[in-house]
């Protein structure tokens, strides 16, 4: 018998959970419509792919976003008690959630759409999203998102620590090793390449590494995992921890390799003569991030989010959420407050690094009372200093607590930032 094998668990299984999801939340939440992922199925390694759904709604407001929230709490519990093992692609629930008209809306546009595929519901809604994306101009929002949150990021050697194994099987640990390195980080890097070279981006992981095999057929790397991907990383050396650090530095030698195309197609800031990444990075720095698409993703990873906090504060006994809990508090200092806050300043007023106290005391009486101020400071309070392991869970008890109030005001702030900017 294969000891690396998976036990009661195919790619067919992400369909049947993902319909499972829409025919119990559609029968608790009429409205809620679609139900996309990240990825082609393809993508989705059986064991070891966590499922990465984005959420659309008909038109509903914040205090419907509240309810749902409390939905996908209560069914992610369901289906993960019922599921142990489905753990870790029930690793999280939905992350994105926005309405049909904000998906179409181009002042809010996303590029991370480009990535989406359908899972289940409205097919000719998603139908609509496709057509948006492919009659629509690459620009210079997709540049930067490509650039920012994809190639420079992942343009490092492969970080060992950054990626802990979370609620997977012991008898396939070595294969998450493998999964790691090259679907959580080569291929995410070379498809942000081929995106900013070819001025387009295609949806799948495995598409883009097939593309660039079209480029380079030769290339032994590539073949590699390529193969890797058709054999379920069942390879020789699976469990020999010099060949994976050996196989992570032939993966950083190819992104090395394709880097220069890169940079020759960056068209967003002027590199000169200085085609490197350490002048990429230098430049990037003085490019204007868009305000109004900060403060939006704040609000639309928010809509949802107290629910998954509750679901990793009171998981099932199989699960694992240590690891899930502190990342959680990096999303709080990171996505959550400064940024939103430091957005809707720059949109309201011009004015960029305001103290949180002096943006409080503006938005006091026009937007906020003193209540919903106090709210806003314990959030602020869960998320300040470094964050460790060990406290991840005391953070997210604190920000929880308030975390319905707290979205309700960003998403006033939203609207008021929209409205400012349309006058």
């Keep these: 018998m ?19 999801f829409g025919e119990h939340w559609s029968e608790q939440f009429p409205a809620f419509s679609l139900w996309t992922c990240k990825w082609r199925p393809e993508d989705l390694i059986p064991g070891l792919s966590d499922l990465d759904p984005r959420v659309i709604c008909d038109e509903i407001g914040p205090a419907d976003w509240v309810r749902l929230d409390e939905v996908a709490y ?24 926005s309405t049909k008209a904000e998906v179409l809306d181009e002042a ?27 009659n629509r101009t690459w620009g210079a929002i997709d540049e930067y998102y490509f650039l920012t949150k994809r190639f420079v990021p992942w343009w490092t050697p492969y970080n060992r620590e950054i990626d802990p194994p979370v609620n997977i099987p012991a008898n396939i640990l070595p294969k998450y090793a493998l999964h790691s390195r090259a679907m959580h980080y080569f291929v995410p890097c070379v498809k942000a390449a081929l995106a900013i070279i070819n001025r387009d981006s295609v949806t799948g992981k495995r598409e883009s590494l097939y593309r660039w095999l079209q480029y380079y057929p030769k ?35 190819f992104i090395q390799k394709i880097t220069p195309e890169v940079l020759r197609a960056v068209s967003i800031v002027d590199l000169g003569d200085d085609l490197s990444m350490e002048n990429l990075r230098r430049e990037l720095k003085h490019v204007q991030g868009q305000p109004m698409m900060t403060l939006y993703n704040g609000v639309r990873f928010s809509r949802i989010r107290r629910g998954r906090w509750m679901f990793y504060l009171n998981p099932p006994d199989h699960f694992d959420a240590k690891h899930v809990c502190y990342s959680e508090t990096k999303w709080l200092a990171g996505t959550f407050t400064t940024p939103i806050f430091d957005s809707y300043a720059q949109i309201k007023w011009g004015e960029k690094g305001l103290p949180l106290q002096e943006i409080l005391a503006r938005m006091t009486t026009a937007l906020i009372d003193e209540s919903e101020a106090k709210i806003i400071r314990q959030v602020f309070a869960a998320a300040a200093g470094r964050p460790t392991v060990s406290d991840a869970r005391q953070r997210l008890t604190q920000a929880a607590e308030v975390y319905s109030d707290y979205y309700l005001i960003l998403e006033r702030m939203l609207a008021d930032a929209r409205q400012t900017s349309a006058a």
């Design 2 to 20: 294969n000891k690396y094998a998976i036990k009661d668990w195919s790619r067919a299984d992400f369909f049947e959970l993902c319909a499972w």
């Design 74 to 97: 209560r069914t992610h519990l369901q289906i993960t008690i019922a599921r142990p093992e489905w753990a870790r692609k029930l690793e999280h629930t939905p992350g994105v959630c």
């Design 108 to 134: 809010l546009f996303q590029p991370e759409m480009r990535n989406w595929d359908f899972y289940w519901g409205d097919r000719e809604f998603f139908n609509q999203i496709k057509a948006l994306i492919q």
């Design 219 to 253: 290339e032994p790397v590539l073949h590699e995992v390529a193969h890797m991907l058709d054999v379920h990383y069942e390879v020789p050396w699976l469990e020999d921890k010099q060949e994976w650090y050996a196989f992570e530095e032939r993966l950083w030698q």
